[in-house]
């Protein structure tokens, strides 16, 4: 097998999944922007959805997987808006939007 | 699926990856937003591959000309956040870094690959007729039928997200 | 006749009962109650008498099962003794009538009425009325159980119950000291024949396997206790000599004398029913009741030496006393001692006899001297004098009496005693090694007439010593007086012998208690050894003349020395100076149990019975357990505090306090840092994935 057809193929889309995830974990953890940290979860959940495509075509040849993915999305788009709200009002309270400085459930 | 195909899909995955890492470790917020885009981009073209053509349009139409603009609308609108300076200390990239790289990445690569074996095995015969053939009646078929309720209901979440996003951000 | 029986002693626990519970409530605190009820088992006894009295002969009985123990006998003994067929014990309890019973049921049911009827009057007023008539009531009711008892079981019981009887009745006026310790000797003094007697019944048990009479009577007949052993003695002797013991302790024998004259600290009325007529006579009665056994066991030399013994040695102690209660008292003792002898020579019918008339006469002695007492409150006779004018009717029952218990012919006590007498002197002149016994019974005799008359004379004759309580003293009301009277009325000699008393001179005789008890004695089985008739008969000759003039003798020597004073009592007292001191101090009897065997002996053993208590019981195991308990409290007690409390609950709390501590450090509130920590786990569970076990 050559690395093309690897890399198109399902091991190739997972392997991108993969990479997406583990950066989308790393963004959320490591950026003190919650703006940064959002743009993490975005990562996240497209690379749960490239999991969802790829096995709607390699596995199941079926449409049900996509319409998972289309709900990902959905949910996602929701999720950008209620964050970025969120990440206002945190300004506006807090004079700044450092994740770490979000602390009020801290002890 | 032609060579070239191949190669071009190869390239929107290398311009993922690639995008993905400017988006976790820019400093620039700006930037990493704008890596963001050409990270949605490469994963629509992906669906695009994967036989997703609505899901890929849909890709296109949310996230690129959605969320994304919506986060630069965020940050280019509002002049104190794009002012804001917040350096993310590189010593506190280290004990992520680590568990990514050696807890979270193989594990899913481990896993991935071993359910792409187990998945290979038992491949369906038309997939690559499958992969190229239009969704868009089919999705839509499957939205009003087996997924209705599913879809009536995440109206509603999108419905109860917006009002909740214009909530919180109300000027005070 | 046998129902009437159940009644009999009944009535008088009935009214024992309504007079502990309610008698103080009741209009002359009650006291009707308990002589009702005497009258009424005098009434139910009369025909049972009067049967005897007429026929000769009565004989029932009826008993039923009281206890059925089944007993833990093997099968393989059972087996193996076929004989043996149930394996239970049986104590069977009874009525046993027959003319020994009616006879003292005749005798008992009237002296107990007539001395509940006297107690009306003696008592009056006194504390804790109610409760006397409670007590002499239970006392009736046991002494006429003890009577009709069928077998020794019951009649220990009721002997026990009189025992108890006594000890209140003689404590009554228990703000007295001295009638405190008075009832406390008597009960311990009798506890020490009662134990005895005790012993004999379970020995009785051992060999015969009951303890009814007529059984008893039938097994000795079959020859049933023969060569068998208790203690390496003979079975039989070891009995009779315990059943002797007995009737030593409850009939103030020697040694055990040294209570009744204490007794004597009690009302007159109790004097006179327990420590003279009923209670005491139930020891001889014992021996009546088990005479083929004490027969059978070859003790009765023992016992007729033990009557002999006392009746000589109380006779002299008599002679001394002044105090007029106590007089009798060792009056008493002397004639059972006779009685006791009596039954030791053989002489079974004289003894009986003797029983009865004594019971009568000293009851009417007793009473008199309640009068007397009563009527000039004191007891010490050489402050009485000259009351023959004040109390004639008194006067007349206790003369009456007087000349009864000093053998003068036409009176009862002549009859029975002159039997007694004859009887011994019958047996000394066929065993002539034992010829003290009826020495000691002829000086008994003299010395009875001597002090009796002694008595009569300081109480009722010569001048008043003391004015004053010579003119208060005067007549009893009826309640009173008639009783003594109707006693002193059958201490005549007509209603056991003959006008006389006097064998062969009588113009008619009176035949019913010979007849009665010799029927007695066949039914019993009682062959008595009459020895040589002829030497019987001479003996009973003599026997009537030398009585005859020793009470003619001490009659007249208490005439010259305490009525007509030609003889100087005060003279005799000083030259026999010695003897009086032993006299006066009782042969230093108290002294003797006192200070030997209760402080050498007893007090000692129970000293170190009390160190014991203190030092082993006390202390190692009482306060030994304390200590262990303590000891178990303080571990417990720190166990809890260092463990339980500490580590437990104090435990729980830090490790709570402890996780809360090291959670609180994780709780920063900062999302990221939970992103981190849920990547570790994850990361964790990863490496444990594939590390681990496929």
Known sequence: MSFLDWATGLHGYLFVGTILATLGIIAVVYRRNSIGVLLGIELLLNAASINFISFSKFRTAAIDGQIFALFIIIIAAAEAAVALAIILRLYRLRETIDAGEANLMRN | ?172 | ?694
Not at chain 3, 319 to 331: E, F, G, H, M, P
Not at chain 3, 676 to 693: D, K, Q, R, W, Y
């Open chain 2, 1 to 172: 699926m032609s060579e070239t195909a191949k190669i071009i899909l190869v390239l929107f995955q290398l311009l993922t990856i690639a995008s993905a890492l400017l988006v976790t470790f820019s400093p620039n917020i700006l930037y990493a937003s704008i890596s963001l885009l050409f990270a949605f981009l490469g994963v629509a073209i992906m669906f695009l591959y994967a036989g997703a053509d609505f899901l890929a349009g849909v890709q296109v139409i949310v996230y690129i000309g959605g969320v994304t603009i919506l986060v630069l609308f965020a940050i280019m609108l509002t002049s104190w956040m794009y002012q804001v300076k917040l350096r993310d200390s590189r010593a506190k990239l280290i004990v992520p870094l680590l568990l990514a790289l050696f807890g979270l990445l193989p594990f899913l690569y481990q896993g991935a690959q071993h359910l792409a074996s187990r998945v290979l095995r038992t491949v369906p015969p038309d997939f690559e007729a499958f992969a190229f053939s239009p969704k868009t009646n089919a999705v839509g078929e499957a939205l009003l039928g087996n997924y209705l309720l599913p879809f009536e209901g995440i109206t509603v979440l999108l419905l109860g997200a917006l009002v909740g996003a214009v909530w919180l951000a109300r000027p005070k």
């Open chain 3, 1 to 694: 006749m046998v129902q009437n029986c159940i009644w009999i002693f009944s009535l008088p626990l009935i009214a024992f009962v309504l007079q502990a519970s309610l008698g103080k409530k009741l209009p002359r605190q009650g006291d009707f109650i308990s002589v009702i009820a005497l009258l009424g088992s005098f009434l139910l006894a009369l025909p049972i008498f009067l049967q005897v009295v007429s026929t000769g002969n009565i004989s029932e009985a009826m008993s039923f099962t009281w206890i059925s123990l089944p007993l833990p006998i093997p099968d393989s003994f059972l087996t193996s003794h076929p004989g043996i067929s149930s394996p239970t014990f049986n104590l069977d309890i009874g009525i046993l009538l027959n003319n020994p019973t009616a006879i003292m049921l005749g005798m008992v049911t009237f002296c107990c009425f007539l001395i509940h009827l006297f107690s009306t009057g003696y008592m009056k007023g006194e504390d804790r009325y109610h409760m006397f008539f409670a007590y002499i009531s239970l006392f009736s009711a046991a002494m006429l159980g003890l009577v009709v008892s069928d077998n020794l079981f019951t009649f220990f019981m009721c002997w026990e119950v009189m025992g108890v009887c006594s000890y209140a009745l003689i404590g009554f006026y228990y703000k007295k000291p001295s009638a405190i310790n008075a009832s406390i000797k008597a009960f311990m003094t009798t506890r020490v024949g009662d134990t005895c007697f005790f012993l004999g019944l379970m020995g009785l048990y051992i060999v015969f396997g009951t303890s009814n009479f007529s059984e008893i009577y039938q097994g000795l007949q079959g020859g049933f206790a023969e060569g068998k052993t208790i203690l390496g003695v003979s079975a039989l002797s070891f009995i009779g000599f315990m059943i002797m013991m007995g009737t030593i302790g409850k009939s103030a024998q020697f040694p055990l004398q040294i209570w009744l004259p204490d007794a004597m600290e009690g009302p007159t009325p109790v004097s006179a029913l327990i420590h003279a007529a009923t209670m005491v006579s139930g020891g001889v009665f014992l021996l009546i009741r088990t005479f083929p056994i004490l027969e059978a066991g070859h003790v009765l030399p023992i016992i007729a030496y033990v009557g002999a013994i006392t009746a000589f040695l109380a006779a002299m102690v008599a002679v001394v006393q002044t105090d007029i209660k106590k007089v009798l008292a060792y009056s008493t003792i002397s004639q059972l001692g006779y009685m006791v002898m009596g039954i030791g020579v053989g002489a079974f019918a004289a003894a009986f006899l003797h029983l009865i008339t004594h019971a009568l006469f000293k009851a009417c002695l007793f009473l008199c001297s309640g009068s007397v007492i009563h009527a000039v409150h004191t007891q010490d006779m050489r402050e009485m004098g000259a009351l023959r004018t004040k109390m004639p009717l008194t006067f007349i029952s206790m003369l009456i009496a007087t000349l009864a218990i000093s053998g003068v012919p036409f009176f009862s006590g002549f009859v029975s005693k002159d039997r007694i007498l004859g009887g011994a002197l019958a047996y000394g002149m066929e065993h002539q090694v034992h010829a003290l016994i009826p020495i000691l019974g002829f000086a008994a005799a003299l010395l009875t007439a001597f002090y009796m008359f002694r008595l009569i004379y300081m109480t009722f004759c010569g001048p008043a010593k003391d004015e004053h309580k010579h003119t208060h003293a005067h007549e009893m009301p009826w309640n009173m007086v008639l009783p003594t009277l109707l006693l002193s009325g059958l201490s005549l000699s007509i209603w056991f012998a003959g006008p006389t008393g006097i064998h062969g001179l009588d113009p008619f005789e009176v035949h019913w208690f010979d007849n009665a008890v010799a029927a007695a004695q066949t039914q019993a089985g009682i062959a008595l050894h009459h020895g040589d008739e002829h030497i019987a008969h001479s003996a009973h000759g003599i026997a009537l003349v030398l009585s005859l003039i020793l009470a003619t003798a001490g009659i007249l020597l208490a005439t010259f020395t305490y009525l007509k004073h030609l003889i100087s009592a005060d003279a005799w007292k000083s030259r026999l100076a010695p003897l009086y001191n032993v006299l006066v101090h009782k042969y230093y009897f108290d002294e003797l149990y006192i200070n030997v065997i209760i402080q050498r002996g007893l007090l000692v053993w129970n000293n170190l019975l009390a160190r014991f208590d203190d030092r082993v019981v006390d202390r190692i195991l009482v306060d030994g357990w304390k200590d262990i308990s303590m000891g178990i409290k303080a571990f417990i007690g720190k166990f809890d505090d260092l463990v339980v409390d500490r580590i437990f609950v104090d435990g729980t709390g830090y490790v709570t306090a402890a996780g809360g501590w090291i959670l609180r450090r994780f709780q920063t509130g900062r999302v990221q840092q939970y992103v981190i920590l849920s990547l570790i786990g994850f990361t964790v569970a990863f490496i444990c994935l594939v590390a681990g076990p496929k």
